[in-house]
Structure formats: structure tokens, C-alpha cells
Nanobody, 125 residues
Framework: QVQLVESGGGLVQPGGSLRLSCAASGRTISNYGMGWFRQAPGKEREFVGAISWSGDATDYTDSVKGRFTISRDNAKGMVYLQMNSLKPEDTAVYHC??????????????????WGQGTQVTVSS
């Protein structure tokens, strides 16, 4: 069973940047695509982006394209979400997740089997 722990959230002004980290332990994630999701108060959890197991392919929801970048370091068991040009509507709890099946990349919430507890990102002046 893999454990995922997110960190790096906080309060930032509009236009600012944050880098979220997701640390995996318990087993390797090097053969799994990884995903980032977010959940704002009163809203459903939504897909933010995903990265392939090798790191050479990424996918993002339209609202963050050009602003957010996902990367990974398989040797360290780490996945990152670099968030630039942050907007108030980016305010949410951000979760990293690992899919149930190796080698796959998905943006569908039900395809993911393990989740981190999340880290709060608040964008406000």
C-alpha cells in the first residue's frame, strides 16, 4: 500500500506562485502515472493534471494550462505541481493520487486508488 503526503500549500496573493510536493512511500511509484486533483469548499473534487510514469507526457485541465506544470522524480518517489499566475479561483485543497493500475494515465477520479490527505492553497489579497 502506497502512502502519499502533500506539502507546500499556503496563502499567496493573486499572481503569485507555489510549488506543491507529493511524497510517496511504501512502494515505488515509478511505474504509475500520477494525478493532481483539487477540491474547493462546496464543490466536487476535480482533475487538475496528470503525468505519465516516465514523466514525458502531461495533461491538464483547461483552466490551468499554461500556468501549472507537473513533474516527477522517480528516484526520490516525488511528484511536484508548480503553480504560477495563481488566481483566487485556484483556492482549494490539492491532492495527489495514484491510479489503481500501473502504466496508466487518467483524469477520471474513480481510476485512482490512493490519495494524500491534501494541502490547502489559498489565493487572496
Amino acid at each position: 500500500q502506497v502512502q502519499l503526503v502533500e506539502s507546500g500549500g499556503g496563502l499567496v496573493q493573486p499572481g503569485g506562485s507555489l510549488r506543491l510536493s507529493c511524497a510517496a512511500s511504501g512502494r515505488t511509484i515509478s511505474n504509475y502515472g500520477m494525478g493532481w486533483f483539487r477540491q474547493a469548499p462546496g464543490k466536487e473534487r476535480e482533475f487538475v493534471g496528470a503525468i505519465s510514469w516516465s514523466g514525458d507526457a502531461t495533461d491538464y485541465t483547461d483552466s490551468v494550462k499554461g500556468r501549472f506544470t507537473i513533474s516527477r522524480d522517480n528516484a526520490k518517489g516525488m511528484v511536484y505541481l508548480q503553480m504560477n499566475s495563481l488566481k483566487p479561483e485556484d483556492t482549494a485543497v490539492y491532492h495527489c493520487a495514484i491510479p489503481k493500475s500501473p502504466w496508466s494515465v487518467s483524469k477520471i477520479l474513480a481510476d485512482f486508488g490512493s490519495w494524500g490527505q491534501g494541502t490547502q492553497v489559498t489565493v487572496s489579497s
